[in-house]
């Protein structure tokens, strides 16, 4: 067990909350890391884990990453996607060379409420879009509170999956918020979102015809669906697939069973499943894809949701579990000994409420109040969870956001990273053979889109 304390000097973070010797960690660090709570007035405490840049943390700018669920663990980013600590099946660390700390000071916060080590003093754990965007936001105010040496600092928000609710919605609290002096100004620069879910209506419809040109569904069901869903001519406007019309919906349920009760890996075609008992439970599945479909549970009448444990079938948690659970880890990030609770990649005990059927009117909120910022919409494109056809429509479809049809590739290695299209105000990015999380399956690739990102710059 090595010293985190890097030579360079701390970045006027607070020693309570720095972390000093971290078990596990058997190679040498050169920056600081720090995990600790920010406390609301209104009883919430959040946890937050912060990396310094490998970089400059005096100059480089600040990022914020948010898992999705909702209800799932940003610790999840750290340990298993852009963190420079990762985690394996059996609970030890290992070094991530593809770490987003190196172009950026990254926070990673567990929110909302009664997810991963953050809690409610007073037991309650009811949220919402709008509650979690106030408490995300003034999180963050805390937290500059406590960092104050990177106050001013360019300030980016990015996340995945239900993050594309999350994040629009904190980046528009955040604008709110500095209009209306309600603390320290965030200087945000952008924000992006990784297979996110930005429309309701774009991933289910977008989920059929995903299916169909990926091989899942037949062309007999195809045709079947067009004849009961659509009006021609067979435009995707044209063909509501989830649809209450009896014959449509029974077309509908028999996609959702292909995806979903056939043992493919929905969060990556391509990839296998485990095929572990730790690898076939639901905990994760319940609450990622019923906020991913809708209308999911009443169509298939609950009969997926019959085994609750940890991890979502095919991809395996367990490593997470074993290191976070552990009592000497806790109190090197300064878990208080009283909170009881096992730490799990996605909460139980939170009761979240939706609001929003699509993040558009966000979007156009977000850029309407501020005429500089910018985003990014980017997908692995074998995800078929939240696939990259469905974002792509969300992003063609924005009003008021004019673009040219500049489909290109984007390289690395001087092979195909995947293909993009920039407009004023937004660009749209796929990454070639990744599935749900990014910089998991596709790190070199994922990084060079951060770095990019962060520069405003187009993929090349």
């Not at 109190?331 to 139980?348: G, M, Y």
């Not at 969300?394 to 489909?407: K, S, T």
């Amino acid at each position: 067990m090595l010293s985190l304390v890097a030579d360079v000097k701390a970045q006027g973070g607070p020693s309570a909350d720095m972390i000093v010797n971290l078990p596990g960690l058997t190679w040498s660090t050169h920056y600081n890391m720090y995990s600790g709570y920010l406390s609301l007035s209104n009883h919430h405490n959040l946890h937050y884990w912060f990396v310094e840049s490998q970089g400059n943390p005096a100059t480089d700018p600040v990022t914020l990453w948010m898992n999705g669920g909702p209800g799932c663990s940003s610790l999840d980013g750290l340990l298993y996607e852009h963190g420079p600590i990762h985690v394996t099946d059996s609970g030890t660390l290992y070094n991530n060379s593809y770490a987003w700390n190196l172009h950026s000071n990254v926070i990673y916060l567990e929110a909302p409420i009664g997810v991963g080590f953050s809690y409610s003093s007073d037991g309650v754990y009811n949220m919402n879009d709008n509650t979690t965007a106030d408490d995300n936001y003034h999180a963050l105010l805390v937290w500059f509170g406590k960092f104050p040496n990177y106050v001013g600092r360019d300030f980016y928000v990015t996340g995945e999956s239900y993050g594309g609710v999350y994040v629009p919605s904190l980046v528009l609290r955040i604008l709110q918020g500095n209009a209306a002096n309600e603390g320290v100004n965030i200087n945000l620069k952008a924000f992006a979102v990784g297979n996110g879910l930005s429309s309701y209506a774009d991933n289910d419809d977008s989920t059929v015809w995903f299916a169909m040109h990926h091989g899942i569904i037949s062309e007999q069901l195809w045709n079947s669906l067009l004849e009961n869903c659509c009006t021609t001519p067979y435009t995707r406007q044209n063909c509501p697939f989830n649809s209450d019309k009896p014959a449509c919906a029974a077309d509908y349920a028999v996609v959702m069973d292909a995806i979903y009760d056939s043992g493919l890996n929905w969060y990556n075609i391509y990839g296998d499943c485990l095929n572990t008992p730790q690898a076939f439970s639901h905990k994760k599945y319940i609450r990622e894809i019923s906020m991913l479909h809708q209308d999911f549970h009443r169509r298939t009448n609950n009969r997926y949701l019959t085994k609750l444990k940890e991890n979502v079938e095919c991809i395996d948690s367990t490593g997470a579990d074993i290191y976070l659970n552990n009592m000497t880890v806790r109190q090197a990030i300064h878990i208080p000994s009283t909170l009881t609770v096992e730490w799990s990649i996605c909460s139980d005990i939170l009761n979240y409420t939706t609001l929003y059927q699509t993040m558009a009117p966000t979007y156009k909120s977000i850029f309407s109040m501020d005429s500089q910022i910018y985003a990014y919409v980017y997908n692995g494109d074998t995800d078929l969870a939240c696939n990259f056809l469905g974002d792509e429509w969300f992003v063609d479809d924005l009003q008021g956001i004019d673009g040219v049809d500049n489909y290109r590739k984007w390289m690395l290695n001087n092979q195909i990273a995947g293909w993009t299209k920039d407009y004023p105000r937004i660009s749209f990015v796929t990454v070639r053979g990744s599935g749900h999380m990014v910089p998991q399956w596709r790190p070199p690739q994922a990084l060079k889109m951060f770095k990019y990102f962060l520069a405003h710059q187009p993929l090349d």
